[in-house]
T-cell receptor, first 115, second 116 residues
Framework: NAGVTQTPKFRILKIGQSMTLQCAQD?????MYWYRQDPGMGLKLIYY???????DKGEVPNGYNVSRSTTEDFPLRLELAAPSQTSVYFC??????????????FGEGSWLTVV | KNQVEQSPQSLIILEGKNCTLQ??????????LRWYKQDTGRGPVSLTI?????NTKSNGRYTATLDADTKQSSLHITASQLSDSASYIC???????????????FGTGTQLKVEL
């Protein structure tokens, strides 16, 4: 199993550009998440999905969109990139909601810089 | 507001020595507490998961403790190795029935450096 795979690893965007961060998992997990990690801060939830066709906002959803057409894939779309979106983005997945025994697996991260 | 605070913010120890990292939380109701290891430039990797009824859990040289009464946890690393150099993140899950997937509160991590 590859686990959670994110692409790209690094990207530089100009203000106002758009892009999609790709995320795929091969563990047949129902739950998938997108987090951002800013320097000196804990991870913040952007969006999550409890299954194909179902998504919901997390703590910091503004400026982002997601879709979940399959169990495996959960892309994150950045529309009209802003410098405040410069961050490290992590995709994650879990079998359940993260209750006892439900390990949450993280991807390797995507470093995004908006200039 | 749910919060997770970790101390120290950073720590330098010599290889072979032991160390203990602290985590205090105010998440309520409590469901479980996790410790993750995050190597530089990588994603977090789970070390331990503890529920309310568990006081201690080990994973190799890593031992986590939980005091649900005082809302404190610690991660003890025994006989440290250079490869232990990483950020260690404490994560607490809320036991609220609502909130969907947004139940985790992440600490900011303790940056550990192990030197020769």
């Amino acid at each position: 199993n590859a686990g959670v795979t994110q692409t790209p690893k690094f990207r530089i965007l100009k203000i106002g550009q758009s892009m999609t961060l790709q995320c795929a998992q091969d563990m047949n997990h129902n739950y998938m998440y997108w987090y951002r990690q800013d320097p000196g801060m804990g991870l913040k939830l952007i969006y999550y999905s409890v299954g194909a066709g179902i998504t919901d906002k997390g703590e910091v959803p503004n400026g982002y969109n997601v879709s979940r057409s399959t169990t495996e894939d959960f892309p994150l779309r950045l529309e009209l990139a802003a410098p405040s979106q410069t961050s490290v983005y992590f995709c994650a997945s879990s079998y359940g909601t993260g209750g006892s025994g439900n390990t949450i697996y993280f991807g390797e991260g995507s470093w995004l810089t908006v200039v | 507001k749910n919060q997770v605070e970790q101390s120290p913010q950073s720590l330098i120890i010599l290889e072979g020595k032991n160390c203990t990292l602290q985590c205090n939380y105010t998440v309520s109701p409590f469901s479980n507490l996790r410790w993750y290891k995050q190597d530089t430039g990588r994603g977090p990797v789970s070390l331990t998961i503890m529920t309310f009824s568990e006081n201690t859990k080990s994973n190799g040289r890593y031992t986590a403790t939980l005091d649900a009464d005082t809302k404190q946890s610690s991660l003890h690393i025994t006989a440290s190795q250079l490869s232990d150099s990483a950020s260690y993140i404490c994560v607490v899950r809320s036991g609220l029935l609502t909130g969907g997937g947004n139940k985790l509160t992440f600490g900011t991590g303790t940056q550990l450096k192990v030197e020769l």
